[in-house]
């Protein structure tokens, strides 16, 4: 695997670095399923007690890269749309964000920066999450071209707040995160990643079959609320929201070269992200 994703073992624990900092972590095919690769290997690694998953430099992760996305996509915009095959394709990438979830080590994962649409889909599948004192989250895709694949969003923050971020696409800051129960910790950003470290690290104290099955359990009391169903139809949803005539017009802006500005008056009667920078 190529240079976008590190990984590395160091005294019980395993360290999964989405490594394109130049183009804000964005998740391509390759990330995608280079991440889905290392936490097989650290889940069957005897000697790794849990895993820490971050990005590499001040952002954890902007979401899909969609200049690459657009690139791949079996039908451009204006052309015919074949659901099918883009259920399958996402729903590729939705296997490999819940290894995570699935994975029977505990998973850390870091919010750095900004964290943003796609890539909340991979890292709300963690079991913990720890969030800079300076970091945001939010799924802004939600204002136009996409809805959640993993749909974590509902399980772990209930219904109330789930609606309140996910039709408005409002970013949530790290305060109102912990407050809602989002995150598990909040600390400076100059100490995120020690203190992730330091936590996943306990984890060897205690037998890997106990934290496999207390795992196991938490999972499956959500699992036994639709989660598997809820999956399937956001990530189904996913492709006809990203097909209507209004995120078509969008996604052509982007291959036009209009990125920025498509992004901008996206979030222009917002303030936020693209109006922020």
Same mark, same amino acid.
């Given at each position: 695997?190529?240079?976008? @994703?590190? *990984?590395?073992?160091?005294?019980?624990?395993?360290? &999964?670095?989405?490594?394109?900092?130049?183009?804000?972590?964005?998740?391509?095919?390759?990330?995608? #399923?280079?991440? !889905?690769? *290392? %936490?097989? #290997?650290?889940?069957?690694?005897?000697?790794?007690?849990?895993? @820490?998953?971050? $990005?590499?430099?001040?952002?954890?992760?902007? $979401?899909?890269?969609?200049?690459? =996305?657009?690139?791949?996509?079996?039908?451009?915009?204006?052309?015919?749309?074949?659901?099918?095959?883009?259920?399958?394709?996402?729903?590729?990438? @939705?296997?490999?964000?819940?290894?995570?979830?699935?994975?029977?080590?505990? %998973?850390?994962?870091?919010?750095?920066?900004?964290? &943003?649409?796609?890539?909340?889909?991979?890292?709300?599948?963690?079991?913990?999450? =720890?969030?800079?004192?300076?970091?945001?989250?939010? *799924?802004?895709?939600?204002?136009?071209?996409?809805?959640?694949?993993?749909?974590?969003?509902?399980?772990?923050? !209930?219904?109330?707040?789930?609606?309140?971020?996910?039709?408005?696409?409002?970013? &949530?800051?790290?305060?109102?995160?912990?407050?809602? $129960?989002? @995150?598990?910790?909040?600390?400076?950003?100059?100490?995120?990643?020690?203190?992730?470290?330091?936590?996943?690290?306990?984890?060897?104290?205690?037998?890997?079959? +106990?934290?496999?099955?207390?795992?196991?359990? &938490?999972? +499956?009391?959500?699992?036994?609320? !639709?989660?598997?169903?809820?999956?399937?139809? $956001?990530?189904?949803?996913?492709?006809?929201?990203?097909?209507?005539?209004?995120?078509?017009?969008?996604?052509?802006?982007?291959?036009?070269?209009? =990125?920025?500005?498509?992004?901008?008056?996206?979030?222009?009667?917002?303030?936020? *992200?693209?109006?922020?920078?």
């Amino acid at each position: 695997m190529a240079n976008s @994703v590190l *990984y590395e073992e160091q005294d019980k624990i395993a360290i &999964i670095t989405i490594n394109r900092p130049e183009r804000l972590n964005t998740l391509t095919a390759e990330v995608i #399923q280079a991440v !889905g690769e *290392y %936490v097989d #290997q650290a889940a069957s690694a005897a000697e790794v007690a849990a895993i @820490v998953l971050r $990005g590499a430099g001040p952002n954890t992760s902007a $979401g899909y890269d969609l200049a690459d =996305f657009l690139a791949n996509e079996d039908a451009s915009p204006g052309e015919a749309w074949d659901p099918v095959a883009d259920y399958q394709s996402m729903s590729g990438n @939705v296997r490999n964000f819940m290894k995570v979830w699935e994975c029977p080590k505990p %998973v850390v994962a870091e919010i750095s920066g900004w964290l &943003i649409g796609g890539a909340t889909d991979l890292l709300l599948c963690a079991d913990l999450l =720890f969030m800079a004192d300076d970091a945001h989250i939010g *799924y802004a895709p939600s204002r136009i071209y996409g809805t959640p694949t993993t749909m974590m969003w509902v399980h772990r923050i !209930g219904l109330e707040h789930a609606k309140q971020f996910l039709l408005t696409g409002r970013p &949530i800051n790290a305060e109102t995160a912990f407050r809602i $129960g989002l @995150v598990s910790r909040v600390c400076r950003a100059s100490e995120l990643s020690r203190t992730a470290e330091s936590e996943a690290r306990r984890f060897a104290d205690i037998p890997s079959n +106990q934290l496999a099955l207390n795992k196991l359990l &938490i999972n +499956q009391a959500f699992e036994n609320m !639709g989660l598997r169903t809820s999956q399937m139809l $956001g990530t189904f949803f996913d492709g006809i929201a990203r097909h209507t005539p209004e995120a078509q017009d969008w996604a052509s802006r982007i291959t036009e070269g209009e =990125f920025r500005e498509a992004v901008a008056e996206r979030d222009e009667p917002w303030g936020d *992200y693209g109006q922020s920078r």
